[in-house]
């Protein structure tokens, strides 16, 4: 009996103290600053954590539930007044003083990296492990590498590898350099990005860059079917360059390309069709199957 009431003390102590927050305890209370943190807590199985995320964020629709912070700039208030207990940003939309900022208030700040594929991955692994689902991170991340081993046998089978260009938007030419994960994008779904050795995660293109590159094929973020006959209008020397020359040019959604989360792999099938869609990468394997 004396055991049974010590250890029944020993509970109504324990329901006295302040919960821990400990990496994967139910009082975890999670802010995502950016959106592919947003849908990388969800395929690694740890939405439940999350309380708020970004007025930009869309997806999954999990999210239509959960209260909306604004990230641009932060209000500081809000996202203290949530009472966060870690708070997801990355280095490529946030700022570098949000752990300072938030230094003051006890809440623990994740910021990550993005610039390759295989970060994606590992970031996914590692919510999962922070947040006590690593089986559930780990097989999504089999199904990722799964879908991109079935693009890669496509990609073998191309007699050819288009240079593409991917332009953030088609007015002034914002790119990706050669440290951001974009450009493997490409080289997965088949192609060579003409921006690959630029240096840096970004850059602004001149007029002159595209003309001397004169990509196959550009791909423009957007969220409906380009028309091409726009990126003319708005850059008429490039009437010579084959993409525009030859109506190579596509819009591919923005959210497989600003996003470095699980869809990234549908980003690459989306280049990859497109690239089967111009001819350019002549390909035996068409079957729409290989395209999830």
């Known amino acids: 009996m004396r055991c049974f009431l010590l250890a029944g003390l020993l509970l109504v102590f324990a329901g006295c103290q302040p919960a821990p927050s400990a990496p994967g305890a139910e009082t975890e209370r999670v802010v995502s600053l950016a959106p592919s943190m947003t849908e990388l807590m969800f395929a690694a199985g740890a939405g439940r954590h999350l309380v708020a995320v970004t007025r930009s964020d869309d997806y999954p629709p999990a999210v239509d539930t959960l209260e909306r912070i604004d ?3 932060l ?32 809440i623990q700040v994740d910021s990550y990296t993005f610039s390759s594929l295989g970060d994606i991955f590992s970031v996914l692994v590692a919510l999962g492990d922070t947040f006590g689902t690593p089986a559930h991170a780990r097989a999504a991340v089999e199904n990722l590498e799964g879908r991109l081993a079935n693009l890669d046998s496509v990609r073998a089978s191309f007699d050819s590898t288009p240079r593409v260009l991917v332009l953030v938007g088609d007015s002034v030419l914002y790119a990706f350099g050669g440290e951001s994960y974009v450009n493997e994008m490409v080289e997965r779904a088949g192609g060579q990005s003409v921006t690959g050795e630029l240096p840096g995660e970004s850059a602004i293109l001149s007029e002159e860059f595209v ?31 084959p993409a525009v020359r030859d109506g190579h040019v596509y819009g591919v959604s923005p959210d497989y390309l600003y996003r470095p989360g699980p869809r990234v792999v549908d980003g690459i099938a989306a280049i990859q069709e497109l690239l089967v869609e111009s001819g350019l ?8 199957g290989l395209f999830p």
């Open 75 to 106: 209000d500081l208030e809000a996202l203290i007044a949530l009472a966060p207990t870690r708070v997801l940003a990355t280095s490529q939309i946030n700022t570098p003083t949000l752990a300072s900022e938030l230094g003051d208030f006890d």
């Open 71 to 73: 990230s641009y700039p």
């Open 211 to 241: 003309l001397q590159e004169a990509p196959d094929v550009i791909l423009i973020g957007s969220r409906d079917r380009y028309d091409p006959s726009r990126l003319l209008r708005l850059h008429p020397t490039w009437d010579i360059v």
């Open 281 to 288: 990468a002549d390909s035996a394997l068409t079957d729409p």
